[in-house]
């Protein structure tokens, strides 16, 4: 095995941030041209490092490796003493760690594992000949603490669907889905919007409204007919939950806070992967690809503002499916797996500094 023909992920288990960034976007694409790609899980199990690192380094010394958010402490420490084995070494992060541990919003069981991240990190950082981050506002928080950051924006790995659901405007016998699809780590953006959507919800009989956090669902939402909360899924799960089900209205509320300051467009792709129209908040990332009224909505943080643009979408549907066709054509000029592909083939030669 040549040294710089290989890119081995060291994983820690964050399986959308390496699928969406790599795997599922530029390993194909790496392979054709010559590149071999691997996965070797870094198991937190007591000693894996000491059983399992002897076969990572007789199966890889030599390749790149590329390192997502997080390693096992034991793991960690392993790459410490073994890093001379192997070529260039990146490390990817798609979220502000730091600013998660401390956000007083978010889940305290989320925040407690940030924070273990967070804690580690500038051992990863300091590991990696370049830092790639999901988004210019991430790769700032990065400045300071090497002096190699570059930006990689998501690319697209969901194929996207027709728009035949649009065929229909809203009505009592055919209702518009609008859905949230954020994680709880977005719970306290929904609960900001949630007065937009009891309202609406109250008051209409051609939407249903889908929430995909199961059980954490807000008690003020939860009660709202015509309302579905299934529970959150993994994340092969959820790939196939996006290629079965469609939505018309997607919601993408994001406060302004320091966590969601790092925050990337993927939201856009996941809309656009259901068919979708999105209703954004007014503020980066998306005022960097939405263009209000062409190919979803930029709206400010009253929730006033964002009933009015559910409103808007469900009294003009004609608009509301071009401007879900207009956003998947951007879907797929912006997230161009090719991109993702050159940016790690340009890495694939790379000499460690």
């Given amino acids: 095995m040549s040294r710089h023909t290989t890119w081995v992920v060291l994983s820690d288990g964050a399986r959308p941030t390496e699928d969406i960034y790599f795997l599922a976007s530029a390993a194909s694409g790496l392979r054709r041209r010559g590149v071999a790609v691997e996965r070797f899980t870094a198991s937190r199990s007591f000693g894996a490092s000491w059983v399992h690192g002897r076969s990572l380094l007789r199966r890889f010394a030599g390749a790149n490796l590329l390192l997502c958010r997080s390693l096992p402490l034991g793991w960690l420490r392993w790459l410490e003493r073994h890093r001379d084995a192997f070529g260039y070494i990146a490390y990817l992060i798609d979220d502000d760690i730091f600013a998660a541990s401390n956000d007083p919003t978010l889940p305290a069981a989320y925040r ?17 000949d370049e830092v790639v981050a999901s988004s210019e506002q991430l790769a700032r928080c990065f400045f300071s603490e090497h002096d190699n950051v570059q930006v990689l924006t998501p690319p697209l790995i969901t194929p996207l669907p027709s728009l035949q659901h649009f065929s229909q405007p809203p009505s009592s016998s055919a209702n518009w889905k609008i859905g949230f699809y954020g994680t709880r780590a977005h719970l306290a953006d929904l609960m900001h919007i949630a007065p937009a959507i009891e309202g609406m919800q109250s008051q209409r009989m051609d939407t249903q ?60 792709f996941d809309i656009t992967a259901m068919g979708g129209v999105g209703i954004y908040s007014n503020r980066y990332p998306y005022t960097e690809i ?23 979408l469900l009294e003009n549907p004609i608009a509301a499916a071009n401007m879900a066709k207009q956003a998947a054509v951007d879907a797929k000029r912006i997230g161009n797996v090719e991109a993702a592909v050159q940016f790690w083939l340009k890495r694939s030669g790379a000499v460690p500094q």
């Fill in 112 to 128: 407690k594992r940030m924070g273990g991240i967070a804690k580690h990190q500038p051992r990863l950082v300091s590991l990696a």
């Fill in 209 to 268: 409204v889908e929430i995909m956090l199961g059980p954490h669902t807000p008690e003020s939402l939860i009660t709202l007919p015509r309302l579905n909360a299934p529970c959150p899924l993994a994340w092969e799960a959820f790939k196939v939950y996006q290629r079965e089900h469609r939505c018309h209205i997607g919601l993408a509320p994001l406060l302004n806070t320091p966590f969601n300051h790092g925050k990337s467009f993927i939201k856009f």
């Fill in 290 to 312: 939405v263009q209000h009224g062409k190919n979803g909505l930029l709206v400010n943080d009253a929730h006033v503002e964002w009933r009015s643009a559910l409103e808007h």
